[in-house]
């Protein structure tokens, strides 16, 4: 049988089932696109010019690497000419950043982190790609970009699709369009993603977790039972062994519970609490949140669903805690006892 590509999938998507339209089928091969070149890029390493820093920071504060800069530029120029897109935010960027007027403007927006992970460029560690597509409100503002935020700031129940490209041993785009979750494998020889998995389902148990322990003194109290308890391993009130992966790229990290099961947590702390925590909402949580309760997983801050947060600015961080959902609703509960 001919390999199902991404452009047949989103084909069979559109055709078979009207599950999106042509212009999201065409932003996403758009984004696609971008993610075959950033990847292109990343892999380069120390042969391309791309390595290091890039001398300046971002809105986050964050020195940018020069990968950080070239895989914003690399998706900016991708998606401002098809006349898809009304604008698109960036955590590389303060403002959105609208369509230029010589190009014809369409209905959705784009979120991205254009390369997740940067912390793990220069040593040749997983990083990835993050984005969030939403549709832009009737009659929104879009004059300025400073006007534009606002349209942005919608719950992540409202995505119409989500994804992250991994660039790993292999590069893999994992996508949903709110029709379960699929991969893709790049093929650099044929230059394009190829489908390699369907129906991803995250396992609800696990033995797996996900955090920074390196931030142990400042967690709040449920999470130092729950960590707590899953160190106390067999002996302890859960009964069983855990292990521990922390890769430093919510992408891989994120990727290995997509497929293999797991609990990963980036909670507030005492250190972060002012900022209201570490990962972004609009495009860190609220895509991988989409993604993982498409796999039959769970996404909270804890103390609320991530996609029912309504957002109040554009770069606003939030508690993250994903994955398997039995382990994120023992830890919800713990937050409520
Ligand atoms: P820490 C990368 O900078 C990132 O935003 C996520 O990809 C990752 O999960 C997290 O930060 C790592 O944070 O504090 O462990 O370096």
């Known amino acids: 049988m001919a390999q199902r590509t ?3 999938y989103l084909t069979e998507e559109q055709r078979n089932k009207g599950a999106i339209t042509g212009d999201l089928k065409f932003l996403i091969e758009i984004v696609s696109r971008a993610c075959l070149a950033i990847s292109v890029a990343v892999g380069k390493g120390g042969l391309g010019e ?9 809105v986050q504060g964050e020195a940018q690497k020069k990968l950080d800069v070239l895989s914003n530029d690399i998706l900016l120029d991708a ?3 098809g006349g898809h897109l009304a604008a698109m935010a960036s955590e590389e960027m303060d403002l959105p950043h609208l369509v230029p007027h010589r190009f014809p403007k369409g209905e959705y927006l784009l979120t991205f982190d254009p390369l997740d992970g940067s912390s793990n460029i220069d040593v040749n560690v997983s990083i990835g ?9 009737e009659g929104a503002d879009l004059s300025t970009p400073e006007a534009a935020e606002k ?3 919608q719950a992540g129940t409202q995505q119409v699709a989500a994804g992250y490209a991994v660039y790993g041993p292999t590069t893999v785009l994992v996508l949903t369009v709110g029709d379960g979750v699929v991969a893709f494998t790049l093929d650099r020889e044929q230059g394009q993603f190829v489908l390699t998995q369907e129906g991803l389902q995250i396992p609800a ?3 797996e977790f996900a955090i920074n322990m390196a931030n142990q003194r400042h967690w709040e109290a449920p999470v130092q039972r729950y ?6 391993g067999r002996d302890g009130p859960l009964g069983k062994d855990y292990n521990m992966r922390w890769v430093g790229s919510m992408v891989a990290d994120v990727h290995r519970i997509m497929t293999r099961g797991g609990i990963f947590l980036y909670p507030v702390d005492a250190k972060m609490k002012d900022k209201g925590g570490k990962l972004r909402l609009m495009y860190e949580a609220n895509p991988m949140a989409m993604l993982v309760e498409q796999a039959g997983g769970a996404a909270s801050t804890g103390r609320q669903r991530i996609l029912d947060i309504e957002p109040t600015h554009l770069h606003q961080r939030v508690a993250v805690i994903l994955g398997s959902k039995s382990e994120v609703e023992r830890i919800a509960a713990y937050h409520r006892a």
Not at 129 to 137: A, E
Not at 227 to 232: D, F, T
């Open 79 to 81: 998606n401002e000419w």
């Open 6 to 8: 991404l452009a047949r």
């Open 151 to 153: 349209a942005f700031l």
């Open 227 to 232: 960590v707590a308890e899953m160190q106390a």
């Open 50 to 58: 791309a390595l290091g820093e890039a001398g300046s920071d971002n």
């Open 205 to 207: 148990e696990t033995k």
């Open 129 to 137: 790609t993050i984005f969030s597509v939403l549709k832009c409100p």
